[in-house]
């Protein structure tokens, strides 16, 4: 009998419809290859929709999501200026309690890297920290953002990312700068370390955040899973993500113990829009999370195979990883490859 799941596909703003499409090509080479039945269920956010429906995230998407068994999400365009709606990403991650964002970086075949044989996982806590929204102007130049850290949620971030390492080489390491923010990120040090009694053959240490920016750099390949609070979580991923090759290959899952959002890490590179240029792998990887928080584990290794083929031959190559290849080029090369395996 064929499993079937319900997909909602956001395309996102810039490049975002672009890599989710090529996303989307090679989740059909899946089903066509397995007993898998997608329904792909498309939904307005993001930038583009401001103009007519007033919001970055209208109801009718809400309820849309809520209709399905996960979320493709493309990277959208967030407004800078002061009122201007919140980013969709973070309202659906509070709006579905995505507590958990993972997002794995590894070195991969004929794709260079800073360092050989990387393979870390960052997971973010993913609804509260400096990404709280709360933010105000005390008196003209003058403003101050709320730093919200909560027991609950950094429990449950924790107890995720201790899950994860079980999983891996046992090692977890948490990111924060108590010396500094005693009372926030000693909370979340508290709740990492209340986590860890429960997974007692997990190694565990820490690291100060500015010095996890350099040991990143300097040994990357020293680290197994990183838990951290939010913003530090976001840079810190787009680091370890260069440091493997390309942010054109980090994915990242949204995860809550109801719904997956999965996305790449990447944003809507607005100069790109519709030039077909850009690596549409991490959105690839981002549809394989998918199916592995589905538990298709044997569709995952499908992907996981064909983009590895891929970079390996390097006939296939975006810009960013040295080639000339388009996105559908791309997009194609590992569908083809998925409907050989
Ligand atoms: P960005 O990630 O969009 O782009 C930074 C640079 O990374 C690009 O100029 C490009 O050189 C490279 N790059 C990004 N994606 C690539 C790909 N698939 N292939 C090859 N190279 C790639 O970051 P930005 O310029 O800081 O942000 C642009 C917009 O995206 C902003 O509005 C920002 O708020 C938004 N954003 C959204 C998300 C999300 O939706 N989750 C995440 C990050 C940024």
């Not at 806590?125 to 105000?136: D, L, P, V």
């Not at 440091?243 to 109801?258: E, M, P, Q, R």
């Amino acid at each position: 009998m064929s499993k079937t799941y319900k997909i909602a596909v956001l395309k996102g703003d810039g490049i975002g419809p672009e890599v989710t499409e090529a996303a989307v090509n090679v989740l059909q080479a899946v089903q066509d290859t397995s007993d898998l039945k997608l329904t792909f269920l498309y939904g307005e956010a993001g930038y583009h929709c401001i103009a007519e429906h007033g919001t970055n995230l209208p109801e009718e998407t809400i309820t849309l999501l809520k209709q399905t068994n996960a979320c493709l999400k493309g990277p959208m365009t967030t407004p800078e200026t002061p009122g201007a709606p919140v980013s969709a990403a973070v309202k659906i991650r509070k709006t579905f309690n995505l507590y958990a964002n993972v997002r794995p970086c590894h070195t991969y075949p004929n794709v260079e890297a800073l360092k050989p044989d990387i393979d870390l996982v960052v997971v973010r806590e993913n609804t509260e920290g400096m990404y709280s929204g709360i933010e105000y102007e005390v008196s003209p130049g003058e403003a101050v953002a709320l730093r919200i850290i909560t027991k609950k949620a950094s429990l449950l971030v924790a107890e995720h990312a201790f899950k994860l390492a079980e999983k891996r080489r046992k090692h977890l390491t948490y990111v924060h700068k108590a010396n500094i923010l005693r009372i926030t990120d000693g909370i979340f040090n508290d709740a990492v370390k209340a986590a860890a009694k429960n997974h007692p053959d997990v190694t565990v240490d820490d690291v100060h955040i500015d010095a996890m920016a350099m040991h990143l750099i300097k040994k990357p390949e020293t680290y197994d899973v990183i838990v951290t609070t939010n913003l530090f979580g976001d840079v810190i991923s787009d680091e370890a993500a260069q440091v493997t090759g390309s942010l054109g290959l980090a994915a990242g899952a949204n995860i809550g113990d109801t719904y997956g959002m999965f996305e790449p890490v990447h944003g809507s590179a607005p100069k790109y829009t519709g030039q077909n240029r850009v690596n549409p792998t991490a959105t690839v990887i981002a549809a394989q999370m998918m199916l592995d928080y589905l538990g298709e584990k044997a569709e995952v290794t499908k992907i996981e195979n064909a983009v590895i083929q891929v970079l390996n031959e390097g006939k296939v190559r975006t810009k960013d990883l040295g080639g000339s290849s388009t996105t559908s080029e791309m997009s194609d090369a590992i569908a083809s490859k998925v409907k050989a395996l």
